[in-house]
């Protein structure tokens, strides 16, 4: 397999009409004519169309699926990917192609920051008993991957993955195993034993096949899908089980609260503030059991879709205590060298509105209690006067700078940032989490 340079750049561009050529070795033929389909790994297009020259090639695609080849004149080569119901354009390329060559258009991401990928389908078949497995990692938002092909009860302790430090926009070249059933995980990269990114539990190599593991960004940003493509065959999708979830100890005074999981322990007793990392579980209705200074608090089952990030934020004081549950979005800016911030506001006494400021700038105002802003996308700084202020005071509720030398925050460039205010308004407490 090889990237082209151009290629390589374009595939890790973030802008809409990027595209890029990846190409695999071998195949190519004497022929003006290529074959080309195209594959909806989108999550913002319910269906999509292709065309070449204005001609159409494929339409209504939907997600998780690809087309039907059509013939393409290699010297007119002008492609769009366009939504089905309104026909506009989300991105737009015009590459090489080989004749007498089939190749897939892969289109991925979401709106606003669609990108496609062009697969050529030429690897030669491996002997019987063998196959071939190229892994694209096409979730630039959850950053390096590692990918371990395993038995299916096998323990990742001793696993070797096929391939690792995989990084967004990249391929990993096709390798070269058994053919056979087998489980295939993705976790972050050197983090096999505490984020798991994806658990496919079944994954089948036919004999003498050729496989592409297609990786796609969930819409929390961390957690991907998986779409195994057939050289020249169909496709099938392993969207993903799991989500993640954290906990926030915001309440005011001194109330011990412990939190739980579907049984995973995600805030051990503690006092406030207090905020843990994720944890990743299956997704779907959970029960979650939440007790302050012992006293279980009514909580339901919080809902937590597949894919995504929650926040599950514990606010007010231990006479009166919620719980909110936020979603998160922690997929990386879509401008790059941008940084995302947003406020959560944990503050315990209703009506207590809070408001984000970066360099004298409002990015987020009027945040009530219990809730979060959307994210805003910002310049990324050395060192920024970032503050959460309130409309009732005259000074700053919470400055994460204060007492440092320079009384700046650096903001390092594609990072994801989330300022959490909380306790009792008269004597707030702040923390500054970088998300990613």
């Known amino acids: 397999m090889r990237f082209t340079p151009w290629a390589t750049r374009l595939v890790l561009t973030l802008s809409l009409s990027s595209a890029a050529l990846l190409t695999a070795c071998g195949g190519g033929g004497s022929s003006s004519t290529a074959q080309v389909r195209l594959l909806n790994a989108t999550q913002s297009y319910p269906q999509l169309d292709l065309t070449v020259n204005d001609k159409t090639i494929n339409s209504k695609i939907a997600y998780a699926t690809v087309g039907s080849y059509g013939d393409v004149d290699t010297a007119n080569t002008a492609s769009k990917v366009l939504t089905s119901d309104v026909g506009t354009s989300v991105s737009a390329t015009t590459p090489t192609l080989a004749g007498g060559t089939a190749y897939t258009y892969i289109s991925y991401g979401f709106a606003g920051a669609v990108r496609t990928t062009l697969l050529q389908e030429a ?15 096409l ?21 070797t993955p096929v391939t690792s430090n995989l990084q967004g926009g990249a391929g990993s070249g096709y390798n070269q195993i058994n053919s056979g059933t087998f489980r295939i995980r993705i976790t972050g990269y050197t983090k096999k ?17 050729v496989n592409t ?38 309440l005011a005074g001194s109330p011990v609260v412990a939190a739980t999981v579907n049984g995973n322990n995600i805030l051990p007793a503690s006092l406030p503030p207090n ?40 606010w007010g004081d231990a006479s009166a205590p919620q719980l909110a549950v936020l979603s998160d979005d922690n997929r990386l800016p ?25 360099d004298f700038q409002t990015q987020a105002s009027n945040v009530l209690p219990g809730t979060s802003s959307a994210p805003a996308s910002i310049s990324s700084s050395t060192g920024a006067v970032v503050t959460v202020n309130s409309p009732l005071k005259v000074d700053a509720l919470y400055n994460p ?33 970088k998300d990613r």
Do not use: C, H, W
């Not at 690897?123 to 190229?134: H, Y």
């Not at 034993?193 to 096949?209: E, K, M, Q, W």
């Open 275 to 314: 905020k843990t990392d994720y944890f990743s579980f299956t997704a779907g209705a959970s029960t979650t059991s939440i007790t302050v200074n012992s006293i279980p608090l009514t909580v339901g089952s919080p809902n937590f879709a597949a894919g995504g990030d929650y926040t599950l934020l514990i």
């Open 213 to 250: 593991l297609v990786l796609t960004s969930t819409s929390g940003g961390v957690l991907v899908n998986g779409m195994q493509l057939i050289q020249k065959g169909a496709v099938t999708g392993y969207a993903n089980t799991l989500t993640r979830v954290r906990a926030v100890n915001a």
């Open 401 to 433: 700078s204060s007492g440092t030398t320079s009384g700046l925050t650096p903001l390092t460039a594609n990072g994801v940032y989330t300022i959490f205010i909380m306790g009792d308004p008269n004597n707030p407490k702040g923390s500054l989490s």
């Open 193 to 209: 034993g505490n984020d798991l990114r994806l658990d496919i539990p079944a994954v089948t190599l036919a004999s003498a096949s």
């Open 123 to 137: 690897e030669t078949a491996p002997d019987a008993n063998k196959a071939k497995l190229l892994i694209l990692n």
């Open 334 to 358: 879509t401008v790059t060298g941008n940084v995302k911030m947003r406020l959560v506001n944990g503050l315990s006494v209703a009506g207590s509105l809070a408001s984000l400021n970066v």
């Open 139 to 159: 979730a630039p938002d959850a950053g390096a991957l590692d990918v371990y092909v395993t038995a299916s009860t096998d323990s990742l302790d001793t696993a």
